[in-house]
């Protein structure tokens, strides 16, 4: 095999591709890493950087426990994943949550992937469908796929893709927060015990605010983008606010597991956290509130909030249309398109949905592309695994008509046997017994693997 057919060329710079990319080096092959930006821009991103978090600076729950997240999380880790690397050494503090300082992820990302001998990373578009003369390709494009790429690819399937709206959250400048009403703390004193900063608002000041977002201009949508339904995890916050009185103070605004220190008697009736988003700890964004309020709205309904009266906004929230291709009809179960199998998909385009869910595909993408080019079988991990749960589910196990972005969740799992231990469990110790049999299988897996494995197991 000659060095240009041993060569795997990946197809977006974000926290799929840059896994991919990473994981097909680290097994001995060479790669292209093709990144449009900054030659072409999207809605969304605000850097050139790879693996930049367009969204939330949080990989939600670290607890491999109890929390399916979590349990992804310890998997990659195992798995010698680059995206786990990079968020442990630049975490943030978030209570029992992952976090990270966005600048100082993408740029830890990027500098591995530039310091790597067989990776070469190309700032260009591919516009279309990758050539044939490349052997192996990963696209890993996300959800903002450029439309020439897009356009390709449902020319080539016969399939419309499949879409969604998502939404990103404003952030804060600490310094314009008074502290004299907000106070820190985390839910149940989780993590450090004073993770998030925590404004509260009693029952008429929630009413006021709802009332506020009802009322607010919107962003408008085009024609074509009417019909797209957002992402039930993901909702902007207004449209949470239509869905009944205490849909918010339910949900983001829950004002569970806190207690004010100026009234420690009274619990609030809703609260409003914000999540350290940077290392220096300057800047703030405010949970669960994606948002498709138009700039000038956002700044004079979020100032309701008591403790923002005078918040400085360093980001606004925005709305964007997310792209995903129909994977379980598309793609087989080692990735790889069916109608072209030399090209192979991973991450938010494949309909994963949520950082590490993406770049837990891409990893899978990366090996099996890496197996395939050294002639090697990679066998998938078994799906009583978090990895191999989320794989099953977008290459067959979810139903094609019906198939929406999904988060990685226990419901993804094989039950346990009535005859194992913990047969018989219910919630936390069902999830326990759950993570426990999935580690002890991933362990298994990397054992009869015959890809390097870069963290032990």
Known sequence: MNQRSNIVHVVGGGLAGSEAAWQIAHSGVAVVLHEMRPQRRTEAHVTDGLAELVCSNSFRSDDPEFNAVGLLHEEMRRCGSLIMQCAD???????????????AFSHGVQAALEAHPRIAIQREEVAGLPPESWPSTVIATGPLTSPALAESIRSLTGEDSLAFFDAIAPIVDRHSIDFDIAWFQSRYDKGDGADYINCPLSDVQYDAFR???????????????????????????????????????YGPMKPVGLTDPRHPDKRPFAVVQLRQDNALGTLFNMVGFQTKLTYGEQARIFRMIPGLANAEFHRLGGVHRNTFINSPKLLDAALRLKARPALRFAGQITGCEGYVESAAIGLLAGRFAAAERLGRQMVAPPPTTAMGALLGHITGGAAAETFQPMNVNYGLFPPLDAGDAGGHARGRERKAHLSRRALADMNGWLRRCDLPVTAAA
Do not use: N, Q
């Open 211 to 249: 009332e506020a977002l009802l009322a607010a201009e919107k962003t408008e949508f085009k024609a074509w983008e009417k019909d797209t339904p957002y992402f039930e995890g993901c909702l902007p916050i207004e449209v949470m606010a239509e869905r009944g009185r205490k849909t918010l103070a």
């Open 89 to 103: 050494a630049h975490r943030v503090p978030a209570g029992s949550a992952l976090a990270v300082d966005r600048a």
